[in-house]
């Protein structure tokens, strides 16, 4: 009964390699996102995607690509990864944020990536 | 430039005490602000959501007070209990945010309650 899931817990390859993290949620939300968490514990904004379609695109390096095959998944690509990749990555999931909306957001678990 | 600051960075205190979080933010126009408890090796789960017009919001042993117009947030825990060993991140949202969902996050506080 878990409500956002994300897959895999932990990553760690070589840098260039490219790997996917994939998230998923259950509650019917139409909106998802991805959040970077550096090793200060800052939780930046990286995505988010309102019904498959992007609304936000942080200045993020074009290595990292999002893709949503419908609204109920948003998986997170990264494509020639660096060192400085290495952070945790957590997949959010809310109702359409809007006029009157509190846009509570439920985290998933986090994917340690480390990047050797 | 929008900033959300906490105080302490880290805290340690004995099962039983109380203990206040801080968190002033520079975020504007605002529309709301959240604590949130993130467990070691988990995501954040949200504690409280106050919007300007609301000052103090308690969710148990949690009570979070806003002053808007000093735009400072505290958080008091209660009788803490050993589960309560957390990071606590303050988060707002302003205004125009509200139309993407985007959130301004603090650094959290490191609690640690100890026996």
């Known amino acids: 009964d878990t409500a956002v899931s994300q897959t895999p817990k932990y990553l760690v390859t070589q840098m260039g390699n490219d790997k996917s993290i994939k998230c998923e949620q259950n509650l019917g939300h139409d909106t998802m996102y991805w959040y970077k968490q550096d090793s200060k514990k800052f939780l930046k904004i990286m995505f988010s995607?309102?019904?498959?379609?992007?609304?936000i695109n942080e200045t993020v390096p074009n290595r990292f690509s999002p893709k949503s095959p419908d609204k109920a998944h948003l998986n997170l690509h990264i494509n020639s990864l660096e060192l400085g990749d290495s952070a945790v990555y957590f997949c959010?999931?809310?109702?359409?944020?809007?006029?009157?909306?509190?846009?509570?957001?439920?985290f998933g678990p986090g994917t340690r990536l480390t990047v050797l | 430039k929008n900033q959300v600051e906490q105080s302490p960075q880290s805290l340690i205190i004995l099962e039983g005490k109380n203990c206040t979080l801080q968190?002033?933010?520079?975020?504007?126009?605002?529309?709301?602000l959240r604590w949130y408890k993130q467990d070691t090796g988990r995501g954040p789960v949200s504690l409280t959501i106050m919007t300007f017009s609301e000052n103090t919001k308690s969710n148990g042993r949690y009570t979070a007070t806003l002053d808007a117009d000093t735009k400072q947030s505290s958080l008091h825990i209660t009788a803490s209990q050993l589960s309560d060993s957390a990071s606590y991140i303050c988060v707002v949202s302003g205004l125009g945010s509200s139309n993407t969902g985007k959130l301004i996050f603090g650094q959290g506080t490191t609690l640690q309650v100890k026996p």
């Open positions: 995607y309102n019904n498959k379609e992007l609304i």
């Open positions: 959010a999931s809310s109702q359409p944020p809007g006029r009157g909306s509190y846009n509570e957001q439920f």
């Open positions: 968190c002033n933010y520079t975020v504007s126009p605002f529309s709301n």
